[in-house]
C-alpha cells in the first residue's frame, strides 16, 4: 500500500512511520481534512489485528531511539482512534502549535460522544499519551 503523502508522515522518515503502523499489512488509506485537522483511517488487512497496532503505539515509550525516529511525527497533535470490529485505525492530525486550544477541543468532543467510541487515545509528543475513550 502507497501511504507516500507528505501530509501522512509530516517531518518524519517514511520508513520510520511505515514500521510503526505495519504499513506492510495496511489495505487501503482514506484521507479527510478540514480547516484544521487531517482525518486518515487506515483499513487493515485481516492478517493484523488493528489494536495491536493501536496498543503499541499507546505503549511507546520515550527513549532515545524513538525520539530519534519518531519526534517529528508526533511533536503535532495526534489522535488515535481504534474500531476492531473494521479492523481500522483513525488518525486525527492537528497543529499544536498554529492553535493551542485544539486539544482541550478535542477533549471535550471525545467526552461528549464518548459511546461512539471504543478506544481513543490523544499524544502530543512521544510519552505524552493522554486516554480519552477506554
Known sequence: MDISGSQFYYASRKKDVYSLL???NIKCVAFASSSKYLFSKIFYRKDLESSEVFSKINKLEETDENYNKYHGYFKRGLVFSLDSREN???LITFNIF???SLPKKVRTFFKQNENAFEKVFMTT????VEILVE
Open 98 to 100: 498554529a492553535d493551542n
Open 22 to 24: 505495519n504499513g506492510e
Open 88 to 90: 481500522t485505525l483513525t
Open 125 to 128: 509528543g512521544i510519552g505524552t
